[in-house]
């Protein structure tokens, strides 16, 4: 079965470790990257990633963009949100639909 | 316990409180503009011998949990009784036993979730309870920890685990503060009992679980009585308040439970609890004979690294000064 991890900044993602998601909390970019990489290794299948440590390391992001497995979801950080993540939604959803209907 | 033994002890303890941060200190810290200025305040102070080898600022909980460390170990050395420290470290001992207990059910390894401060050797002690050698434990750790495995075996329920560590923790706590016979550490945790219980039935209460779970999670040995507490459940809040208002932690609990009226939040009740116990250890500056001032001075420093932890936290995570300004404690000096 496939897991799922989030990864980002300690106080952001900690809370969803009471959902039993394995939490990877990150600094650097470096850091970022490995850890990334490290999980996608290893049979996770979602990997949730603040928009944050994202817009760290974009280039890691869309090569798992261009892959089935893992999906790599951005979500806001407790620092609110950079648009990141819903703009990579709503050019999804142009590319199945044709126009954007959201 | 005789209060003769503290006269060199409390001595090295006044030296050391002047070595406290100060109001000042910690008001620069709140204005500093990011994590960097705090830290290079905080290396103008005492924490400046434990911030060696950190470099990065999110490592900041290395640096307060080693300077914990070095105050609990300092203070074993200074207290001519042990259990005067023994007090306040007896809740890692719990801490540590609870990790224990679930790495052991969970068959996984939490090392980085043990805290390095105890009354025993905790290395050993958890040796000889993974070995099943029993009978050199402390007899109430021993008692706490056949309950609790008995009753994990039992109800297969990891909430127990929690529930049942921490009533043999306060019940240990309580025995030893009345073994010491000092009146302020009596009332230290008799008022903290009081508090917690308050603070379990609001939440509890705000839960909406019945009486019987109240009744499981309560303490016994405050001045307030379970039973008295169990019926309060479902009570509205302003009965709450009115109906303990006679004692001495009434005017605390009053102000916090209104709060938490208004913003349904428990943080400001908690933040009044702290203030209060500090207010409690604040005469022990001027004791000069006993074991007060070592006692008050490990809750000072305690608070300043909670002060701490909030000051990085917020700054981390960029709040605005006011915020941090509002979930500060109050300080010894």
Redesign the interface.
Known sequence: MYKVAVVG???SILGFKALGIDVYPV??KDEARRVVDTLARNKYGIIFITEQTASLIPDTIERYNNQMIPAVILIPS??GTLNIGMDMINKNVEKAVGTNIL | MDRMDYIQAVTRTRVLETRLLSRAVIERMVDAKDTEEVFKILGETEYANVMRGVT?V?DYENILSSELKRVYELMYEMSKDKVVVDLLVLKYDYHNLKVMFKEKVLGTDLSDMYVPISTTDFQRLKTDYLTGNLKYLEPRIREALEEVERDYNENKDPQRIDILFDRYYFNHLYELAKETDIPLFIKYVKDSIDFTNIRTLIRVKKQKKDMKFLEEVLLPNGNIGIDELVLSLNEPIEVIISKYRSYDISPEVKKGLEIYQNTSRLSEFERLMDDYLMELNKPSKYVNFGPEPIFSYIIAKETEVKILRIIM?SK???LSPEDIRERLRDLYV
């Open positions: 900044d300690k106080d600094i650097e407790n620092q | 990065r999110e936290v981390v995570n960029k």
